[in-house]
């Protein structure tokens, strides 16, 4: 059976100081507007996207070491119903991990030689559209920038970020924010107010690179204005008609989920609903926390999945 998982409010990319650890807590996101405008030359596809972290966290505590080399280990949460990683796929801990890749890219730049140990503990499911990795890597570069004592600016590390991925340096900024490019040019959103979501993750993932190979450039591009506009403004039933994703026909050819998830909160009375990212998650938007609560109670029985009630952070 599927389980309503409630998440607990915390601040984006809090850092803790325990003893000699550094304790990162990396949020989730959500995408309310994701438009593909070309296909770029150097294969990427040029997007323009009004992303939101919410309060579902994996956590990172870094350490340094004296040995000069990065150790990853990973914990995985279990959650009823669904499953944290795709069927067959498990959370690697060597160098093909983004946290390993992003404090070694960071060793290199900075051209220090020292040693961390790293235990990452994963609540955000992969293959989501919710950015989990993205997000660790953010969070490993927080964490080593500062155990080392580097003195890096947020403008370094975004530098840095861009290189790891596409989302990575979103999560370097607090609360909404929308992306372009190819998602690394972040431009923080102030005026959008706390907001809360249903989300569903289903028991299948998708590939980002799979979902971009078969979607199709917008012949008529849907401006962000609009739903920045009623967010702005807090009208939440016309940010709600606003929701749109580009990338949720192709991620639907490819995985029968989404149609799913689609007409099964297309029956509920959420404000809007939209798929994350590349998928496989899908999300209504609520009215408040009340009205988030019912609807999530209404999906537990339904057999897509597992069932997070969150709200945006910052």
Not at 223 to 228: C, S
Request: glycine letters at 10%; one cysteine or more.
């Amino acid at each position: 059976m599927p389980m309503v998982v409630a998440v607990g409010h915390r601040m984006n990319m809090i850092d803790e100081r325990r003893a000699s650890d550094w304790v990162i807590q990396a949020p989730a996101k959500l995408n309310l507007s994701f438009e593909v405008l070309n296909r770029r030359e150097d294969g990427y596809h040029e997007i323009e996207t009004l992303m939101v972290p919410i309060d579902l966290y994996d956590t990172l505590i870094f350490k340094e070491e004296s040995t000069r080399t990065v150790e990853l280990t990973c914990a995985a949460a279990s959650y009823p119903g669904g499953s944290l990683m795709p069927a067959g796929e498990a959370i690697p801990e060597g160098a093909d991990n983004l946290v390993v890749r992003a404090v070694e890219l960071l060793r290199r730049r900075a051209k220090v030689n020292r040693g961390a140990t790293i235990r990452l503990v994963k609540r955000i499911p992969a293959g989501a559209g919710l950015g989990g990795g993205s997000s660790d890597a953010a969070a490993a570069l927080v964490a080593a920038n500062r155990c080392w004592d580097l003195g890096l600016s947020r403008a370094e590390l975004a530098e840095l970020a861009a290189e790891l991925g596409s989302d990575v340096p979103f999560f370097l900024w607090p609360g909404a924010a929308v992306c372009r490019g190819r998602g690394e040019r972040v431009e923080p959103i102030s005026a959008v107010g706390p907001l809360h979501f249903v989300v569903v993750r289903p028991p299948a993932g998708l590939s980002t690179a799979a979902v971009y190979e078969a979607c199709h450039v917008a012949d008529r591009p849907v401006g962000i204005e609009p739903i920045l506009d009623a967010l702005t403004r807090g009208d939440l039933s016309e940010a709600g008609r606003r929701l749109a994703n580009r990338l949720r026909p192709a991620a639907a050819q490819l995985c029968p989920w989404i149609e799913r998830l689609r007409s099964e909160l297309a029956r509920l009375d959420f404000l809007g609903h939209e798929m994350s990212g590349s998928g496989t998650c899908y999300f209504g938007l609520c009215r408040h926390v009340r009205h988030a609560k019912r609807l999530a109670r209404g999906l537990e029985a339904r057999g897509l999945g597992t069932v997070f009630l969150v709200r945006s952070s910052r």
